[in-house]
């Protein structure tokens, strides 16, 4: 079970948008529609973006999405806001009830 | 509201076993639409799973750490527990309980972590 490969660090200016991406393998990412992603800011706990690849929980912007194309899924942001500035984590499902993370992208807001 | 809250020394001694309990509010453990699991945080550093279990017992292990890891749920007390031995220096990190999402019933959030506890540094240091 290897982490998923993020890139280290991503940044963007205020209104533009970021994609970071997550790859994997055919045996996690690539082989369950289970793609999770979560923020975390400096000292805090992470924060549940996304789910099911594309999914929103309630209460986060819709200018958050995700998407999946293979072994790689992806998370969007649109419209850049200087609280968007954190740390993000891809997780995947990869079977017989075992997930794993990505090494996670430090977002910078420009 | 659903609560997680982690507990335990916040320094162990290399070669011995770092012990950590979740705390369970606002809601059963007993639930059967779920799992509880430990992720660790070394400074600096990215997110790791190490282990899930459901309330029956069933347990899950991140291979590359299973062979010193122990979980255990105590429903009585709506917890449950962490023990890694042999702990190193490189087990150093905040510790996270968190909820992870087992079946797809309605309100459920399948295979995510929803809920997190607010993490405990644990420092393993002589």
């Known amino acids: 079970q290897s982490a998923l490969t993020q890139p280290r660090s991503v940044s963007g200016s205020p209104g533009q948008s970021v994609t970071i991406s997550c790859t994997g393998t055919?045996?996690?990412?690539?082989?369950?529609?289970?793609v999770s992603w979560y923020q975390q800011h400096p000292g805090k706990a992470p924060k549940l973006m996304i789910y099911d690849v594309n999914k929103r929980p309630s209460g986060v912007p819709d200018r958050f999405s995700g998407s999946k194309s293979g072994n790689t899924a992806s998370l969007t942001i649109s419209g850049l806001q200087a609280e968007d500035e954190a740390d993000y984590y891809c997780c995947s499902y990869a079977g017989s009830s075992t997930v794993v993370f990505g090494g996670g992208t430090k977002l910078t807001v420009l | 509201q659903l609560q997680l809250q982690e507990s335990g020394p916040g320094l162990v001694k290399p070669s011995e076993t770092l012990s950590l309990t979740c705390t369970v509010s606002?809601?059963?453990?007993?639930?059967?639409?779920?799992?509880w699991g430990w992720i660790r945080q070394p400074p600096g550093k990215g997110l790791e799973w190490i282990v899930n279990?459901?309330?029956?017992?069933?347990?899950y292990y991140n291979p590359s750490l299973k062979s010193r890891v122990t979980i255990s749920v105590d429903t009585s007390k709506n917890q449950f527990s962490l023990k890694l031995n042999s702990v190193t220096a490189a087990d150093t990190a905040v510790y996270y309980c968190?909820?992870?999402?087992?079946?797809?019933?309605?309100?459920?959030?399948?295979?995510?972590?929803?809920?997190w506890g607010q993490g405990t540094m644990v420092a393993v240091s002589s």
């Open positions: 055919s045996s996690d990412v690539g082989g369950y529609n289970y």
């Open positions: 606002g809601g059963s453990i007993s639930s059967s639409s779920y799992y």
């Open positions: 279990i459901y309330y029956s017992g069933s347990t």
């Open positions: 968190a909820r992870l999402g087992r079946s797809m019933v309605r309100g459920v959030i399948l295979n995510a972590f929803d809920i």
